[in-house]
């Protein structure tokens, strides 16, 4: 599996970003690709996970509001949608997949569970 990450950059407090995740799958398993950041000095956090076989998302509580994952119709690409950034939204910007259906403990806290991950991009915003 490869996984790129793409769309990161410079946005002013506000406005919104859309990152992509393209992703090469080279063998028959099923994977759910998330999404997360880490910030210098902060632990990874989880923002959102959706199954490339059915299409079940999770979001946790408080990125529900802002961020929207979603995939093209091929599935080779995952995106993230985020509105109304905020400063501290600032981070570098991964997607993974793991080999796991989607629940709450593989999107937020299981980072043992995913397989594979991008180079990330970095996201930064201007308050």
């Known amino acids: 599996v490869q996984l790129v990450e793409s769309g990161g950059g410079l946005v002013q407090a506000g406005g919104s970003l859309r990152l992509s995740c393209t992703v090469h799958?080279?063998?028959?398993?099923?994977?759910?690709i998330g999404w997360f950041r880490q910030a210098p000095g902060k632990e990874r956090e989880g923002l959102s996970c959706i199954s490339l076989s059915d299409g079940s998302t999770f979001y946790p509580t408080s990125m529900k509001d802002r961020f929207t994952i979603s995939t093209d119709n091929s599935g080779n690409k995952v995106y993230l949608q985020m509105d109304r950034l905020e400063s501290e939204d600032t981070a570098t910007y991964f997607c993974?997949?793991?080999?796991?259906?989607?629940?709450?403990?593989?999107?937020?806290?299981?980072?043992?569970?995913?397989?594979?991950w991008g180079q990330g991009t970095q996201v930064t915003v201007s308050s």
């Open positions: 993974g997949a793991a080999n796991w259906p989607v629940e709450p403990g593989l999107c937020t806290t299981a980072y043992h569970l995913w397989n594979f």
């Open positions: 799958i080279f063998n028959n398993e099923a994977y759910t």
